[in-house]
C-alpha cells in the first residue's frame, strides 16, 4: 500500500517553461513533507521541505505547495533548466513515529530539454 | 561528499550466494537507515537503527539481515540472494538531534544483480 502517491511517473518541460510534480497522502498524522533530487548515480538528496501550517514555501526557482484538506502537496519548478533532469521523491513523516522515518513516492523522473 | 559511503559500488553475484553491502559515514550520525530503489517503486525502507544497540524492520525487511558494528557502520546482508533482490540499495544517516527538519543523508548506492 503506497502511503504517498506520486505523479506523474516520468515529464518531459521544455527550458524555460515549469514542471509540476504532485503527490497526495492519506494518513492526517504526517507532519512533514521534504522532497528530494536524484541525479543519476547519485543517492537523493534534500531539496526542499514543508510543513502543514504554511500553504507555501519557496526557495529560488522551486516553490511547494501544500493543501491540507485536500491532502495533496505539490513541486514546481519554474524556469525549468537542463540541470534540473533527475529524478525528484516526495516523502512524508508522521511524528507519530518518532524516529524520522520517511515514507516516499515512487519518483518522477524529469527531463528538461535544451 | 564523501560523508556516505557505500562497498561495493556494484555488485553481479548468483542466486543463492550471501551477499554483504557496507555502509560507513563520517558525519557523526546516529541513525542509519538501507532502502532498495526500484523503478517504479521508488525508495522502501529495509531496516533502521536508531543507534548501535536498536535495529528496527522496515516495510521490506524480508530476505534481509543487519549489523551496527559501530555508530558509523552499518551492512546490509542478503542471506540467499535471489532474483528479485536485484536494485539499487542506498544507505542513510540522520541526526537525531535534527529530529525537527528528518533530513536523511544518502550514500551514492550500490547497484546489485543477482543472476
Known amino acids: 500500500q503506497q502511503q504517498v502517491k506520486q505523479s506523474p511517473q516520468s515529464l518531459i518541460v521544455q527550458k524555460g517553461g515549469i514542471s509540476i510534480i504532485n503527490c497526495a497522502y492519506e494518513?492526517?498524522?504526517?507532519?512533514?513533507f521534504p522532497w528530494y533530487q536524484q541525479f543519476p548515480g547519485k543517492g537523493p538528496a534534500l531539496l526542499i521541505a514543508?510543513?502543514?501550517?504554511?500553504s507555501e514555501k519557496k526557495e529560488g526557482r522551486f516553490t511547494i505547495s501544500f493543501n491540507k484538506s485536500a491532502k495533496q502537496f505539490s513541486l514546481h519548478i519554474m524556469d525549468s533548466q537542463p540541470g534540473d533532469s533527475a529524478t525528484y521523491f516526495c516523502?512524508?513523516?508522521?511524528?507519530?513515529?518518532?524516529?524520522?522515518?520517511?515514507?516516499f513516492g515512487t519518483g518522477t523522473r524529469l527531463l528538461v530539454s535544451p | 561528499d564523501a560523508d556516505v559511503t557505500q562497498t561495493p559500488r556494484n555488485r553481479i553475484t548468483k542466486t543463492g550466494k550471501r551477499i554483504m553491502l557496507e555502509c560507513s559515514q563520517t558525519?557523526?550520525?546516529?541513525?542509519m537507515y538501507w532502502y532498495r530503489q526500484d523503478p517504479g517503486l521508488g525508495l522502501r525502507l529495509i531496516y533502521y537503527?536508531?543507534?548501535?544497540?536498536?535495529?528496527n524492520k522496515g516495510e521490506i525487511s524480508d530476505g534481509y539481515s543487519v549489523s551496527r558494528q559501530a555508530q558509523a557502520k552499518f551492512s546490509l546482508s542478503l542471506e540467499s540472494a535471489i532474483p528479485n533482490q536485484t536494485a539499487l540499495y542506498f544507505c542513510?544517516?540522520?541526526?537525531?538531534?535534527?529530529?525537527?527538519?528528518?533530513?536523511?543523508?544518502f550514500g551514492p548506492g550500490t547497484r546489485l544483480t543477482v543472476l
Open positions: 542513510a544517516t540522520s541526526d537525531s538531534g535534527l529530529a525537527r527538519t528528518s533530513e536523511q543523508f
Open positions: 494518513n492526517t498524522a504526517f507532519d512533514y
Open positions: 514543508i510543513r502543514p501550517d504554511v
Open positions: 516523502a512524508a513523516r508522521s511524528i507519530r513515529t518518532g524516529f524520522q522515518k520517511l515514507v
Open positions: 558525519k557523526g550520525h546516529d541513525r
Open positions: 537503527s536508531f543507534d548501535v544497540k536498536d535495529i
